[in-house]
């Protein structure tokens, strides 16, 4: 079933049939932060092409999101569903339990936006992380930061080309506090050993989905579920979850 | 037929009133579009390729209407007669670093040479260069071998002492500084991973030695001071750029990935890369990539050069035409 809670994450944001311009947490939100907002990009109008010098120029995407039956459907730019400040309990909570799963489930509008695109971030600028789920043209990235990285947590962690297609997938990242797992529909599509610790977390940063806090990494799209587990969730039960949103 | 004199009179006085709005614009690099704007022609035309191979025939009349609009004359003939002359030596710097199918097409070149015969100029004072063997293989060159009697030279093969000016010392190509009166620069159109784009400045740094040394401050100060090299600056008649094929991100060589199927000409270079530039960053934006603006590889050398006096860098203040051919 497609419960977002039938795993107990800590953070978890249904996005199938919503409306206005809040999205709270399924989870219990213990300390009243991780609500997300979207501001002004909901329903917001599309802009006219400008003129190039060889022609109208449009932007992949124009306007900003809709709801839809299937989930938040992202068209255009400068579009973020964000905490309104830092995300610092969720922070808190993984740092404590030195082990995490992010889950989201969505139709990517292309294989060839990047940047990463950001589709789930605890970050506040294209430089500074604590992870991020993206997508980089036909490759799903996972960034996180540990005591043994940069503060951007890189080096990435790619799946191999051709794993995005535009279609409703299940991807689930996971990590142990010693190897980082990309599933993509339930299949294990990468893993890395990651070394150190997540005590060089920052607690300020915001939750955002679909972009960078600065809005300017955008993920275009259908979002209909991001989930954020305090526990590296097993194989089977990754396999569990992308099997009742894929059937 | 005007003798050598006054033919050498009637083009100096024909480039001059092109160059006189460039001139007229000091330090800032912007004038009102209009009379003393320097033209950017643009000649498109959708069957230029055929299965990714330049039509020669297609390509010459588009070089032909660009350069037309460039120097307003009313005929091809007319167009290049007002910008060479028969007495000339002519250099050529064609854009080879690309790789096959991202470099200057032998269908460019070659229609290029034979507008410079059609005004006289004698095959053996025509002479291209470029600093390695594979970029003139790209561009069908060989030294062995002349094109329509027009010879091909590593530049590494006759190199001046160092010249310095400004940021930039090196040796060049000593035939460009010596021997050469009049440059036709055929760049093509490319990003670059360091300056943001690579295209009329960016193409002599295939005319000097050590073209590693001169990437520091992302090109941008070098490359204006090469730009305003004496026999760069003085010596630049035309640029005809070859955009029927283009990159517009990461590395300046390899397949092309966006076909504008375009060829423009000017003859101030600094309008040139200007609209270079825009079209590049035009097609980033339709296609959802990072604009070069604000980023570290924004092609600040462009604004340099204008703030230099070498040209105009403001778009609006540019006279391009988009002429399609159909």
């Not at chain 1, 506040?124 to 036909?138: F, M, S």
């Not at chain 2, 080879?96 to 040479?113: E, N, W």
């Not at chain 2, 005004?119 to 594979?134: F, H, K, M, Y």
Request: hydrophobic content about 40%; glycine content about 10%.
């Amino acid at each position: 079933m497609q419960d977002p809670l039938a795993l107990d994450p800590i953070a978890a944001y249904d996005f199938r049939e919503g409306q206005g311009d809040t999205i709270a947490s399924l989870a219990p939100d213990e300390d009243d932060s991780l609500t997300l907002t979207l501001g002004d990009a909901i329903d917001r109008e599309a802009q006219p092409p400008r003129q190039g010098i060889l022609g109208p120029v449009s932007p992949p995407g124009q306007g900003g999101a809709r709801w839809a039956e299937e989930g938040l459907v992202i068209e255009g730019a400068r579009v973020a569903a964000k905490t309104y400040g830092p995300a610092a309990w969720l922070t808190d909570t993984l740092v404590d339990a030195g082990a995490l799963s992010v889950e989201f489930v969505g139709g990517p509008g292309d294989t060839e936006q990047n940047g990463p695109a950001r589709m789930v971030s605890l970050s506040v600028d294209p430089y500074h992380r604590n992870l991020t789920l993206g997508q980089e043209a036909d490759r799903y990235v996972l960034r996180l930061r540990t005591t043994d990285t940069d503060a951007n947590g890189t080096p990435n962690i790619e799946t191999p080309p051709g794993t995005v297609r535009p279609e409703l997938q299940h991807v689930m990242a996971t990590y142990d506090g010693g190897v980082a797992r990309v599933y993509v529909d339930g299949e294990l599509a990468v893993e890395e050993d990651r070394g150190g610790s997540l005590e060089s977390w920052d607690a300020d940063y915001p939750l955002v989905i679909a972009n960078e806090a600065d809005l300017e990494r955008q993920w275009r799209g259908t979002v209909a579920l991001a989930a954020i587990y305090d526990r590296a969730l097993t194989n089977d039960e990754v396999t569990g979850r992308a099997d009742a949103w894929l059937a | 037929m005007p003798g050598r004199h006054e033919a050498a009179m009637t083009r100096r006085d024909f480039v001059g009133r092109l160059g006189a709005g460039v001139l007229a614009l000091g330090a800032a690099g912007s004038v009102a579009r209009g009379q003393g704007s320097p033209k950017v022609g643009i000649a498109q035309s959708e069957h230029v390729l055929v299965d990714g191979a330049v039509r020669p025939y297609t390509v010459g009349e588009m070089i032909d209407r660009a350069v037309m609009f460039v120097t307003g004359a009313a005929s091809a003939d007319a167009a290049w007669s007002g910008l060479f002359s028969a007495d000339e030596v002519v250099g050529i710097k064609p854009n080879g670093l690309g790789g096959y199918g991202c470099s200057t097409d032998p269908a460019v070149i070659t229609h290029c040479i034979q507008r410079l015969h059609g005004v006289g100029v004698r095959p053996e004072s025509i002479l291209l260069w470029e600093d390695r063997p594979n970029n003139l293989d790209a561009c069908s060159l060989s030294v062995d071998e002349p094109l329509l009697g027009a010879r091909s030279h590593l530049i590494q093969s006759d190199l001046t002492e160092p010249i310095t000016h400004g940021s930039l010392t090196d040796r060049f190509f000593r035939p460009l500084v010596n021997d050469v009166d009049a440059v036709l620069n055929l760049p093509i159109l490319k990003a670059h991973p360091i300056c943001g784009v690579t295209l009329a400045m960016k193409n002599h740094y295939g005319s000097l030695a050590d073209p590693s040394a001169q990437h520091f401050d992302r090109c941008n100060t070098p490359m204006v001071d090469l730009a305003d090299m004496p026999f760069i600056r003085d010596k630049t008649r035309l640029v005809v750029c070859d955009g029927t094929r283009a990159r517009i991100q990461g590395q300046a060589y390899g397949e092309p990935e966006y076909y504008p199927n375009v060829v423009m000409a000017a003859t101030d270079p600094v309008a040139h890369d200007t609209v270079g530039y825009h079209i590049i960053e035009d097609e980033r934006e339709r296609r959802g990539i990072a604009p070069l603006k604000g980023s570290d590889l924004e092609p600040r050398y462009i604004a340099m050069a204008a703030e230099r006096g070498l040209g105009v860098a403001d778009l609006e203040s540019i006279d391009y035409e988009v002429i399609d051919l159909a």
